[in-house]
């Protein structure tokens, strides 16, 4: 199983970027999807999921109110709005997707990720 993220770029701060993630290969059945970020040097940080079950979601603090998680679960396709992006957002955007049910803000809860799409904030 593999996921594909893109929709990552260069943009100023201030601007707004719509990452999207989908699988490719072997279909799979995920009960709720994340996205994570890592900047060099950091470890990956949680920053938004959505249960398929019921819709629900759940945000960092860092990004809650600029970010917003959606997506479809019969299709384990999910995207991540991001607006008044801010320098301190640039790193790599990685998107996973968890067979059971688990604590949604942990790596190791995730069975299957995306290669990652960077993303660049300028000031």
């Known amino acids: 199983v593999q996921l594909q993220a893109f929709g990552g770029g260069l943009v100023q701060a201030g601007g707004s970027l719509r990452l999207t993630c989908a699988p490719s290969g072997r279909t799979f059945s995920s009960v709720y999807m994340g996205w994570f970020r890592q900047a060099p040097g950091k470890e990956r940080e949680f920053l938004a999921a959505?249960?398929?079950?019921?819709?629900?979601?759940d945000y960092v603090d860092s990004v809650k109110g600029r970010f917003t998680i959606s997506g479809d679960g019969a299709k384990n396709t999910v995207y991540l709005q991001m607006n008044s992006l801010k320098p301190e957002d640039t790193a790599v955007y990685y998107c996973?997707?968890?067979?059971?049910?688990?604590?949604?803000?942990?790596?190791?809860?995730?069975?299957?990720w995306g290669q990652g799409t960077l993303v660049t904030v300028s000031s």
């Open positions: 996973a997707a968890a067979g059971r049910f688990g604590r949604w803000r942990f790596v190791n809860e995730y069975d299957y």
């Open positions: 959505i249960m398929w079950t019921d819709s629900s979601t």
